[in-house]
Each structure stands twice: as structure tokens, then as C-alpha cells.
């Protein structure tokens, strides 16, 4: 199997008992949402997921080089 | 007790008090500052001279036990942009005016002679007082002088050395339950204060209350309301790591305007981020949640110590922190804090002083990332009023002018805060037809933009855009008229019950049956109204449009620019 070398940053609580940033290497067809679930976070807590500094879906598959970021709900302003 | 309009005429050094007209009644906040600051302001006034007025109002809310109802609308004709100005904070003062039976005070004309007087507002009236002792000092010296001075926990408006020399940055600065500082930050209002030659303004409302039609649906309806801003998300995480917690999510969308609005990410964004603060805050032993007014159920803000452990500043909030961090390249925290307290002191509105910091090193005035070469400027120079005090504290814009920059992030002369509108471009149609300016908080596409609240619309496309900033435009000018703070928007996006609560206690405190429309056509009213004064200012479209380089100059990471043509703009006011 391909493995593809991704990077996964956390923010806010999210990091708590986890991580800032990772690199990881993941299989064919792994998404957003499997990284999610694999870092046992709620996806009810997740407010935004950006993939390369850009909006994405818990249905996007992950590809190489990609930089994933997972965000709870905040706000400010 | 009654409402009643309170007028101070500093021409003749007399005040009244007046009948609330028919046209105002429905009015408070920002709607009530506009409407009056409209009636009675010529547009092509000089905002420093005589025929300007200073206008603040409560509320409609506010003095009453709602939660998050303590903010104060002050209002004028803005020296710094020309414009008609709104601008609104916290602190205890629009509580105490409103419980004085405060609807608005208005304060016009001006002294003749080089005298600085103080205003004492108790439900009897305004006293006008000659000050010395003050004058020159900074506002702490002011908060703390006049903790001696008066009896009891007045409420306390006042102005640093910034308005006392009519800045165009200089803020209006409003005592908070602590005895710290909120800021009516933006378009220069310190300056009208001071070009009336008023140094602070005591309240003081005995023992008034704010009258409830209806009492027991109006303690429903706020059971409702604060249950709404308590469960929702956004208002836990702004509790834990204040308005700061932005900076890491604007950096990773690449939006964060970085060494002058040069690129769209900071490489010390870890340094000077939400997350980060909060564990120094708790390292050093300061307060995670403050309150900046009595009531409030978010506490946003936050007690930041030194590294000794003593109190370096409070309500240190993402606009500041972003400015004097990514667009001025400081990745010290402690150099961040230091500059905040001294603008809070001074009277410096933190956005447009540290914008135009970024310009004056674009310009070679000081180089990127020098944060103890800011704090120096601002102790050195603008507190005390030399030649390059005076650019710097006029704004962006001016520093600018002075340096004959090209890339100076200003709209109407208001320096655009935290968020690329090349890259966040919903933000850039509310920086472009706001009637003040450059000014987030007008139309805070920011929360669908970037944060999913309300929906989502993709910030990189022009789809959408338009009808967001409206959208959001209006409602924030209803929102601004309630004294309630802003951030109540993000569970009145999210949260059914919310906004019907919020109605439910206007129509339990003033007996009234508004409805959703009604709340609609009055922010639809209130930037007609606003919009109609810039334009008898001299105002027209052409000055509804971002600065040339956000056209030409794309901005890293994305490399994108700001792709609105004037007429798709223009469609902005299609209401």
C-alpha cells in the first residue's frame, strides 16, 4: 500500500492531551473525518477543518504533502 | 424614572435637562446617537470645532439586569474620517447613565479660552467643573485620582493626553467594574472630548433604576436570552482564550495582514496566539475571564500579567494583539502588552496607532519587529505631542501621507483592522461601504467566512459576499441599538431561541410588540440614516472602495487580490 506523508495541527482545547502539530503517514482513501476520528475528537466539537489553508469537509480525501488543521467552534473579533 | 435627554452646551458652560422628542423615543445606542448626531450636526462641520456634538446613549437595554446590555453608543462626526461615528464599549458607565435616566447626553459647542473642565451627570442634572489637577495625565492617573476624589463607584468617562491634543487616534476610554479600562476605540472621538475640552465625565445615579413594564416577561425572556449566549460554543471558547484565540485560525486561512499587509501569514503566530496568552496567563497568575461590565455572561476579556507576576494589562483582545504582533512583525508578547497598556493610558485607539506603526516602518521610521521601539514612540513622542507623536497619533493614514507611502491599509482614513480582505473577501465588502470606515465589527463576515457560524461562505470567492455584508450590516446596527455587545451574534446566528428572547425584553421593558421585521427595518433605517449624513458630508460611492494595492498587490499564501468591481461594491446598498 501507498503510504501518503500528511501534517496534522490542532488548536485551542484540542491540543490539550494531544498535540500541536504531527506528521503522519496514511493509507489510500483515508479522509479528514478518519484523522478526526482517529484523534478521538467529537466531530460535533469540530468548527473548522481547513485543508492547505483552505476550507474542507470531513469527506476529502487526504493527499500528499497535505496540511490538515482542526479547529473547535470559536470566535471572536 | 423617566428618560430624559441630557444637553451640555460648553459655548456658555450650561446644561438642561429635556423632554425625550416623539422621534427618538424608540431609539437607544447606536440608532439614538446616529439619529441625534444626523438632526443635529451639520455634515460639512469641522468635527473639531464648535458646531460638532458628542452624543452618548445607553442602550435600550441597558441598566437593566439583561445579560450583556452594558454597552455605550458615543457618537459624532468622526475628525478622523469625516464620516458620521459610532462607537460603543463597555465598562460601567452605560449601566449607571441608564439607571440615571440617562437617554442620551449631548454635549456641544466649545470653550472659548484654554480651560479643561469635567461633567458630574446625576439624575438632577450636569454640573460643569473646572479641572487642572488632571490634565496632562494619563487615564489610569485619572481612574485612580478620581477613586479618591468621589464617593461611591461613579461611572467614569474619560480621555488621555491623545484627546486632550485631538489625535485623530484618540479614544474615549470608559472605566470597567476593576477599576481597568474599555475603549471607545475607533474614528478619533477622544479628539471631539477633548476639542470641547472636557477631561472626564462622572456619573453618578443615586439611587435609580431603570423602569420594567413588564417584569415578570422580562425576566423570562432573559432567562431564555442568557441561556442561549451560555450554551453556545463560541461563547465558552471566547471565556477560556479571549478574542485571541483568532490569530492561529486567521494565520492557518491565511488572512492574517502580516509586515504591513505585505502577506497573509506570521511566522511567530505561535508566539502571539490565543493559545498561548492563556497558558502564560495561567503561568503567571492573571485571570483567564474578566468581565468588562457587570452582567456579562461570555467575559471575553482578561487580566495578562508580567513576568513578576504583577498586572500588565486587561481586555488585551486579538485586534491589538494582531496589530502590534503580525502587521508590525513583534512576536514578544510582553512588548505586545506593554504597548496595549500604554495606548489604553495614553488614549490611543490600539488599531489605528499600531497600523500606523506598521506604516512608519514601512516607511524606515523604526524597524520591523521592534517592539520596545514602539513602546518608546509612544512614551517619547505621541504622549508627548513632538512632530513624530503627532503623525503617528493622527493614524495611518497620516503617517502615511507624511512618509508618502502607497501601501496604507486605510478605508475613509480608518486604518482596516485584522483580516485580509483579499483573502477574506466578504470583510472587504464591509471594510468598503461601512458608514465609518474601515471597521470589522460593522459586518463581521468573519464568523461565516471563516468560523461556520451562520452558514459558511467560501472567503476566497466573490459568491455571496455582498449579500452577507448586508445582511450582517443590518442586523449589527439593531444589535448596537440594544446595549448589548456584539458577541451575542454568534448564538443569535446559531440559536433559534436567541434573537426572539432578545426581542421579548425590549417589548417587556418599553411595553412594546416589535417583531423580527421591526428589528430588521430599524438597522436598515439606522444605515440609511448614517449613510444619507456622509453623503450631505461630500461623500459618494467613489469612496467606497479598498485601497489601490489590495487590487493590484496579491497576497501570499493564497495570491490573491481583492476582485470587486466598483459597481458589483455599489450593489451593497440594494436594500
Known amino acids: 500500500m501507498i503510504k501518503k506523508r500528511i501534517t496534522v495541527k490542532l488548536f485551542a482545547y484540542f491540543r490539550d492531551n494531544r498535540f500541536k502539530q504531527e506528521d503522519r503517514e496514511v493509507g489510500e482513501n483515508i479522509t479528514v473525518g478518519d484523522i478526526v476520528d482517529s484523534l478521538t475528537i467529537d466531530r460535533e466539537e469540530v468548527g473548522v477543518l481547513m485543508l492547505n489553508s483552505r476550507h474542507t469537509e470531513f469527506s476529502t480525501c487526504l493527499a500528499e504533502n497535505d496540511v490538515l488543521a482542526i479547529f473547535p467552534v470559536v470566535g471572536g473579533g | 424614572m423617566a428618560d430624559k435627554i441630557y444637553r451640555v452646551n460648553m459655548t456658555d ?10 422621534a427618538w423615543a424608540g431609539h437607544g445606542g447606536r440608532g439614538l446617537t446616529s439619529t441625534i448626531v444626523a438632526a443635529e450636526v451639520e455634515p460639512t462641520c469641522h468635527p473639531l470645532g464648535p458646531k460638532n456634538k458628542l452624543v452618548f446613549a445607553p442602550g435600550l437595554l441597558s441598566g437593566t439586569v439583561a445579560a450583556n446590555s452594558g454597552r455605550l453608543s458615543i457618537g459624532a462626526k468622526s475628525p478622523l474620517t469625516g464620516t458620521i461615528k459610532e462607537s460603543n464599549a463597555g465598562g460601567t458607565a452605560s449601566q449607571l ?4 435616566g440617562c437617554k442620551a447626553l449631548i454635549i456641544e459647542g466649545q470653550p472659548k479660552g484654554d480651560t479643561w473642565y469635567s461633567l458630574a451627570l446625576t439624575p438632577d442634572g450636569v454640573t460643569i467643573n473646572e479641572e487642572k489637577e488632571l490634565i496632562g495625565q494619563g487615564n489610569f492617573r485619572v481612574v485612580e485620582t478620581l477613586a479618591k476624589r468621589l464617593e461611591g463607584k461613579p461611572g467614569i468617562i474619560t480621555i488621555g493626553q491623545a484627546g486632550e491634543m485631538r489625535m485623530g487616534s484618540a479614544n474615549i476610554s470608559i472605566k470597567d467594574p476593576d477599576g481597568g479600562l474599555r475603549s471607545s476605540g475607533r474614528g478619533g472621538l477622544g479628539a471631539v472630548m477633548g476639542a470641547k475640552k472636557i477631561k472626564f465625565i ?4 443615586k439611587d435609580g433604576k431603570v423602569a420594567i413594564a413588564n417584569p415578570e416577561k422580562f425576566k423570562e425572556a432573559n432567562r431564555t436570552f442568557a441561556k442561549a449566549l451560555v450554551d453556545h460554543p463560541v461563547s465558552q471558547a471566547l471565556g477560556q482564550y479571549g478574542t485571541n484565540v483568532l490569530v492561529n485560525i486567521i494565520n492557518e486561512a491565511g488572512g492574517l495582514p502580516t509586515r504591513n499587509f505585505s502577506t497573509g501569514q506570521f ?5 502571539i496566539s490565543g493559545e498561548t496568552m492563556h497558558d502564560t496567563i495561567l503561568q503567571r497568575g492573571g485571570k483567564i475571564k474578566h468581565n468588562c ?5 461570555i467575559q471575553c476579556s482578561q487580566v495578562f500579567n508580567d513576568a513578576k507576576g504583577e498586572k500588565l494589562t486587561s481586555g488585551f483582545e486579538y485586534e491589538s494583539i494582531w496589530a502590534m504582533g503580525a502587521d508590525c ?22 488599531i489605528e496607532t499600531s497600523v500606523a506603526m506598521g506604516v512608519a516602518m514601512e516607511a524606515g521610521v523604526l524597524p520591523f519587529g521592534d517592539g520596545a521601539g514602539v513602546c518608546r514612540i509612544l512614551k517619547e513622542e505621541v504622549a508627548k505631542g513632538t512632530g513624530l507623536g503627532r503623525i503617528i497619533g493622527n493614524g495611518a493614514g497620516s503617517v502615511g501621507r507624511a512618509y508618502g507611502i502607497t501601501r496604507v491599509p486605510v478605508v475613509k482614513n480608518q486604518a482596516i483592522p485584522a483580516y485580509d480582505p483579499r483573502a477574506i473577501k466578504g470583510i472587504g465588502i464591509t471594510y468598503a461601504t461601512s458608514t465609518q470606515g474601515a471597521d470589522h465589527t460593522m459586518g463581521y463576515t468573519i464568523a461565516t467566512n471563516i468560523l461556520n457560524v451562520g452558514g459558511k461562505v467560501d472567503p476566497l470567492t466573490k459568491e455571496g459576499q455582498v449579500e452577507l455584508s448586508r445582511n450582517l450590516q443590518i442586523a449589527t446596527a439593531a444589535i448596537d441599538s440594544t446595549g448589548m455587545c456584539l458577541f451575542i451574534a454568534f448564538a443569535a446566528l446559531d440559536d433559534a431561541k436567541c434573537l426572539p428572547a432578545l426581542i421579548d425584553l425590549i417589548n417587556a421593558r418599553f411595553n412594546l410588540s416589535l417583531t423580527g421585521d421591526d428589528v430588521v427595518n430599524l438597522g436598515k433605517y439606522i444605515l440609511r440614516t448614517e449613510r444619507a449624513f456622509n453623503t450631505a458630508a461630500g461623500f459618494t460611492s467613489a469612496d467606497d472602495r479598498l485601497p489601490e494595492f489590495f487590487y493590484t498587490e496579491p497576497l501570499p499564501p493564497h495570491n490573491v487580490v481583492f476582485d470587486f468591481s466598483g459597481k458589483e461594491i455599489d450593489t451593497f446598498w440594494n436594500f
Open chain 2, 293 to 297: 461590565h457587570p452582567g456579562c455572561v
Open chain 2, 329 to 350: 512583525c513583534v512576536e514578544n508578547l510582553d512588548h505586545i502588552a506593554e504597548a496595549d497598556k500604554l495606548m489604553d493610558d495614553i488614549g490611543l485607539d490600539t
Open chain 2, 13 to 22: 458652560l450650561t446644561s438642561t435637562i429635556e423632554e425625550v422628542p416623539a
Open chain 2, 202 to 205: 462622572a456619573i453618578d445615579p
Open chain 2, 267 to 271: 511566522a511567530g503566530h505561535e508566539s
Open chain 2, 97 to 100: 447613565l441608564a439607571r440615571a
